[in-house]
């Protein structure tokens, strides 16, 4: 369980990188709760309290990880410059190629919703890391 509300409380710092948490943010990571089986009560009050961030073991899984990073900083349209450096500390903790997540985030700009196919995102890093 803890893994999972680690999860959840990286995406509320993301979502909380431009000091504000809209609608659209709150819903998508709620839905992502509701899928990890983890209580609305239980989410709402991970915006409050401190929680140990454990990353998930395997690569994919923090590739997984960083793709829900990148959906959640889209989700309201727009891109704030503190949302793409929390993104990018973020995957750089998750043990994530620093150059693979610069080419996801520049096809994000290129992107009219700012979103990368998963496909895509994963093809980048496996590109990567050959």
Same mark, same amino acid.
């Given at each position: 369980?803890n893994?999972?509300?680690?999860?959840?409380?990286?995406?509320?710092?993301?979502?909380?990188?431009?000091?504000?948490?809209?609608n /659209?943010? &709150?819903?998508?990571? +709620?839905?992502?709760?509701?899928? #990890?089986?983890?209580?609305? =009560? !239980? %989410?709402?009050?991970?915006?409050?309290?401190?929680?140990?961030?454990?990353?998930?073991?395997?690569?994919?899984?923090?590739?997984? /990880?960083? &793709?829900?990073?990148? +959906?959640?900083?889209?989700?309201? #349209?727009?891109?704030?410059? =503190? !949302? %793409?450096?929390?993104?990018?500390?973020?995957?750089?903790?998750?043990?994530?190629?620093?150059?693979?997540?610069?080419?996801?985030?520049?096809?994000?700009?290129?992107?009219?919703?700012?979103?990368?196919?998963?496909?895509?995102?994963?093809?980048?890093?496996?590109?990567?890391y050959?």
């Amino acid at each position: 369980m803890n893994e999972k509300l680690s999860l959840l409380k990286q995406l509320i710092i993301l979502a909380q990188a431009d000091n504000k948490v809209n609608n /659209q943010e &709150y819903n998508f990571i +709620l839905r992502i709760a509701k899928m #990890l089986l983890v209580s609305q =009560e !239980e %989410l709402d009050s991970l915006f409050e309290k401190q929680i140990e961030y454990s990353p998930p073991k395997s690569e994919f899984e923090r590739i997984v /990880q960083f &793709y829900r990073l990148v +959906l959640l900083a889209n989700v309201d #349209l727009h891109l704030a410059d =503190e !949302e %793409l450096e929390m993104m990018r500390n973020a995957g750089l903790y998750l043990g994530l190629h620093a150059q693979a997540m610069e080419e996801i985030f520049i096809r994000m700009r290129k992107n009219e919703k700012g979103i990368v196919p998963e496909e895509e995102l994963i093809n980048v890093f496996k590109t990567s890391y050959n």
